[in-house]
């Protein structure tokens, strides 16, 4: 069965600094992997994902995501976040032939002015 | 274009009252369709999800059912409210097919508390 690990449940940084958010995966084989964003009170949005080829991610928002098999992880980046990044973010996975997503329980990120 | 509904946005019930939750996908068919619950500071929690008309499968065991008695409407419901089902109730869809393959459209969210 596939799970998913993210180690931060609330992380800080100021406005305009780098971001990564670390997301953790366990699974046999290649994975579809996904990061989605909540607003306060909103559904989830999807980010950005990966199923298979470059293993750099190119997202929505200015964010990226880098799959490394060797470490089981797709971390999300950002090199400089805004205000209105200030959110949930879920990593996702699904194995192959699965009818569901596993969630992982999510970062809150805080932005300081 | 799809889109997806859930009704309504908010809700006060009391406890051992009912509940009827309703989800409605519109632009696809044949959709999987997806209950998630959030309770304050966690993640989602998938509760139901269902392939087809009148096929649901549970995650968790709980006092919560579902049903889909159409292709793009799905229903969360329960005979008695505990305090423990207060949350935020997310529908989510994908077109059908593999998990993996699709990306998850979720809807706004229904805010239940239960007092």
């Known amino acids: 069965a596939q799970s998913v690990t993210q180690p931060d449940i609330h992380i800080t940084v100021s406005e305009g600094a780098s971001l990564e958010l670390r997301c953790n995966y366990s699974?046999?084989?290649?994975?579809?992997l996904f990061w989605y964003v909540q607003s306060p009170g909103q559904g989830l949005q999807l980010l950005l994902k990966?199923?298979?080829?470059?293993?750099l991610v190119q997202g929505i928002k200015g964010f990226e995501a880098e799959f490394k098999r060797s470490q089981s992880s797709f971390n999300l980046r950002k090199p400089s976040v805004h205000w209105s990044d200030a959110a949930e973010y879920f990593c996702?996975?699904?194995?192959?032939?699965?009818?569901?997503?596993?969630f992982g329980q999510g970062t809150r990120l805080t932005i300081n002015p | 274009s799809q889109t997806i509904h859930q009704w309504p946005a908010t809700l006060v019930q009391p406890v051992g009252s009912p509940l009827s939750l309703e989800c409605t996908v519109e632009?696809?068919?044949?959709?999987?369709l997806y209950w998630y619950r959030q309770a304050a500071g966690r993640g989602l929690q998938l509760l139901f999800y269902?392939?087809?008309?009148?096929?649901i499968s549970s995650e968790v065991p709980q006092n919560l059912s579902a049903s889909r008695p159409q292709d793009r409407q799905f229903i969360l419901s329960s005979k008695k409210l505990l305090l423990s089902d207060s949350g935020f109730y997310l529908c989510?869809?994908?077109?059908?097919?593999?998990?993996?393959?699709?990306?998850?459209?979720f809807g706004p969210g229904t805010r239940l508390t239960v007092t």
């Open positions: 989510a869809w994908i077109r059908g097919g593999l998990a993996g393959h699709h990306e998850q459209y």
């Open positions: 699974y046999g084989a290649t994975p579809y």
């Open positions: 990966y199923f298979s080829g470059d293993t």
């Open positions: 996702a996975v699904a194995g192959q032939g699965a009818q569901k997503l596993v």
């Open positions: 632009g696809t068919s044949n959709p999987n």
């Open positions: 269902s392939v087809g008309i009148g096929q």
